[in-house]
């Protein structure tokens, strides 16, 4: 009997995940002035802490809980407030610090920034829409810049320690940059003035992971960086398309440009991330490709042979694509 009881406590503690504080990238004192010491300390030592004493507590005996944490808080409305409260503290908690550095002036990526512009204007005029929204969040709670199911940015606040992941919250996404307005978060440097801290905290704010989280979701297109190819793409999708619903016309007009773009992919750079990826074969082929295209154009061959040779085209500029993505 007691080595049962002994090999049954043995086996929920091998299965049973134990949450532990993670690693912070920096000292206590490494946010100073914007952010100071003794909050970082109590923050993480005790705060951050003890949500994952109460989750490890919580889920204790839950017959789910070896899921990762994200797959529990998508489902978190099945759980108990303690697994809402403290599972969303120790995930947010997590966020925080990552996206906080001492690093000065780190920048968003090309890929984030563009989409920022585009639907916001501006890297500022995001930077004030999350104050507004941190600041006008009634007590305790947390402001998020999140991609939505629609991939695009949006910027919402949640209660308490709920997140954008969770099943009771009203929009939902994936967080790539979370600041806490809890007071714990700013009372002790900042006390009522929540303002003043969303002000300075843009100067610890680390762009690099917040750009990281944003591509892991929204991975950059090859397109973004090669611009041979993207004009390339543009002339063949233009051609093509109208060609294979019958439509010559197009291909007719713009088969010497067509040639003209392919030639460039081997002329202009290829960006560095890719060049070891490309088959310089394969380009050649495309370039032989609408050689042929635009011989049998200028020679007025048959339609059907025209259409031909503008599928091995087509075909060999998804081989490079393909190439790209492997
Ligand atoms: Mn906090």
Redesign the pocket.
């Known amino acids: 009997m007691r080595n049962l009881i002994f090999s049954v406590v043995l086996i929920t503690s091998v299965f049973a995940q134990n949450y532990e504080l993670p690693k912070l990238n920096y000292p206590f004192n490494a946010l100073e002035p914007y952010i100071d010491e003794a909050t970082m300390r109590v923050?993480y030592e005790k705060?951050?802490q003890t949500y994952i004493n109460n989750l490890n507590k919580a889920l204790q005996g839950n017959e789910n809980a070896n899921l990762p944490l994200e797959e529990i808080l998508k489902n978190v409305s099945k759980y108990s407030d303690a697994v809402r409260n403290n599972g969303g503290?120790h995930y947010?908690?997590t966020l925080?610090w990552e996206i906080l550095t001492p690093q000065k002036n780190t920048q968003p990526s090309a890929h984030l920034k563009n989409a920022v512009e585009k639907q916001f204007g501006s890297l500022d005029s995001l930077k004030s829409l999350i104050n507004q929204k941190g600041l006008s969040q009634f007590g305790s709670g947390w402001v998020w810049l999140i991609v939505n199911a629609d991939k695009k940015l949006e910027v919402i606040s949640t209660p308490n320690?709920d997140n954008p992941l969770m099943d009771v919250v009203k929009v939902n996404g994936t967080p790539i940059l979370g600041i806490?307005v809890?007071e714990?978060?700013y009372y002790l440097k900042y006390q009522n003035k929540r303002n003043e801290y969303l002000q300075n905290i843009w100067n610890v704010i680390n762009w690099e992971e917040v750009s990281r989280k944003y591509e892991k979701v929204v991975p950059k297109s090859i397109f973004d960086d090669w611009v041979a190819i993207k004009e390339f793409h543009k002339v063949m999708a233009s051609t093509f398309h109208p060609a294979e619903e019958g439509n010559l016309e197009p291909i007719k007009m713009r088969s010497q440009e067509l040639l003209d773009k392919a030639k460039n992919l081997k002329t202009a750079p290829i960006p560095g991330e890719l060049k070891s990826k490309v088959n310089l074969n394969t380009i050649d082929k495309l370039i032989k490709d609408c050689e042929k295209v635009h011989k049998l154009v200028k020679s007025k061959a048959k339609d059907a042979d025209i259409i031909n040779a503008l599928n091995q085209a087509h075909d060999t500029f998804h081989q490079i694509i393909g190439e790209c993505r492997h």
Do not use: E, P, V
């Open positions: 923050h705060h951050h503290g947010n908690h925080f320690q806490d809890w714990h978060a």
